[in-house]
């Protein structure tokens, strides 16, 4: 799911995926500013498999907050906390 952080919902792009419990997942999301719209792209897939060539969800706002960047946010009532292994792209 991708949304933007913001008092009133504005952006929303929402799609199912099929959670598999015991499976790590890798994530990958990264955003472009362009003609002053952002987009956002998504991948997930389990850490054994290899990358999939197509993004898993994505969507383009026209009105971008400027400031910040692009983080996951993870919201599991009852689970274990897990220890992030996230890290910087290349091009950061």
């Known amino acids: 799911r991708l949304v933007s952080w913001?008092?009133?919902?504005r952006v929303d792009e929402t799609t199912e995926f099929a959670?598999?419990?015991g499976?790590?997942?890798s994530l990958?999301?990264?955003s472009e500013m362009?003609?002053?719209k952002m987009t956002a792209k998504g991948k997930c897939w389990p850490r054994a498999e290899k990358e999939p060539p197509k993004g898993t969800v994505g969507l383009t706002d026209p009105y971008p907050n400027t400031d910040?960047?692009?983080?996951?946010?993870?919201?599991?009532?009852?689970a274990p906390r897990a220890r992030s292994a996230a890290r910087?792209?290349?091009?950061t």
């Open 34 to 36: 362009k003609g002053g």
């Open 6 to 9: 913001s008092g009133l919902p």
């Open 28 to 30: 990958k999301l990264t």
């Open 68 to 78: 910040g960047r692009p983080a996951p946010y993870g919201h599991a009532p009852g």
């Open 88 to 91: 910087p792209g290349p091009d």
């Open 19 to 21: 959670w598999q419990a």
């Open 23 to 25: 499976t790590w997942y």
